[in-house]
Nanobody, 114 residues
Framework: QVQVVESGGGLVQPGGSLRLSCVASGRTFGRYAMGWFRQAPGKEREFVAQIVWGSGLPYYADSVKGRFTISRDNAKNTVYLQMNSLKPEDTAVYYC?????????WGQGTQVTI
């Protein structure tokens, strides 16, 4: 069984920065990507960023390109989301997910408020 746990959310002023972390544990063999989604009140969950675990190739939503950076630490089984130049519209619950051969695992989410 795979688990992912997010951390690092909080309250920050516009223009500020936060770094989210997501640690994966359990049977992560077969993992091919990890990513971040977010859900604002009254809105659907939306894609933010994803990183291909083997190559490190990142993908971003247009709304965060140039401001957010996704990265990974293989040894720590951790993916990070560095968020800079934060805007009020970035306010949401941020969810981490792990994509593997066996399916997708979601975390519980961490609140980010701008």
């Amino acid at each position: 069984q795979v688990q992912v746990v997010e951390s690092g959310g909080g309250l920050v002023q516009p223009g500020g920065s936060l770094r989210l972390s997501c640690v994966a544990s359990g049977r992560t063999f077969g993992r091919y990507a990890m990513g971040w989604f977010r859900q604002a009140p009254g809105k659907e969950r939306e894609f933010v960023a994803q990183i291909v675990w083997g190559s490190g190739l990142p993908y971003y939503a247009d709304s965060v390109k140039g401001r957010f950076t996704i990265s990974r630490d293989n040894a720590k089984n951790t993916v990070y989301l560095q968020m800079n130049s934060l805007k009020p519209e970035d306010t949401a619950v941020y969810y981490c997910n792990l994509n593997a051969d066996t399916g997708v695992t979601w975390g519980q989410g961490t609140q980010v408020t701008i």
